[in-house]
């Protein structure tokens, strides 16, 4: 007798989506809320119009299974990188300080003219980044294999 394959038998491929609207856009913020970002792990090369930040991401889209198999949650080290970006700027956060570790809350697009917009990162504490972009176009993109959490916790949310 033969079974369908099932999504929890699925390896554990590294990830890498691509938004180009904010409905795509939706589902890269969740699978980088709670990310942690120091700050000299970004990046924006105004040559290039492009923006990148390496994350240490929680691995939400994990949390199921290794409940099930009862192992510790996990982390992984991405690349969150936005591509046709005309200015970015900060506030309640300081570039020059690169020690500084933020926490991302939420990625969203606010849309313009002609598919330009802005992406607003919103940081833990107060703080975010604005992103001017032509267009949407952003990936993420595992770089590393995961990880077991520090914490060994999911990010609790009940504050």
């Not at 999504?7 to 989506?17: N, S, T």
């Not at 003219?113 to 604005?130: K, N, P, S």
């Not at 770089?143 to 609790?156: G, L, N």
């Amino acid at each position: 007798m033969t079974e369908d394959a099932r999504f929890e038998d699925g390896g554990d491929q590294p990830l890498r989506l691509k938004a180009l609207d904010a409905e795509d856009l939706k589902i890269l913020s969740a699978l980088c809320q709670d990310a942690v970002v120091p700050m000299g792990e970004i990046s924006y090369d105004a040559g290039q119009r492009r923006f990148a930040m390496l994350l240490n991401r929680f691995r939400w889209e994990d949390v199921d299974r290794a409940a099930k198999r009862s192992r510790p949650v996990e982390r992984v080290q991405s690349v969150l990188l936005f591509d046709d970006v005309m200015s970015a700027k900060s506030s309640g956060v300081s570039a020059a300080d690169k020690d500084t570790i933020i926490s991302v809350l939420a990625v969203t697009f606010a849309a313009g003219e002609d598919g330009a917009g802005a992406v607003q990162i919103t940081l833990a504490g107060d703080g975010d980044i604005l992103l001017d972009v032509e267009a949407l176009d952003v990936t993420l993109k595992d770089v590393t294999r995961p990880y077991v959490a520090p914490s060994k916790k999911q990010p609790d949310h009940s504050v």
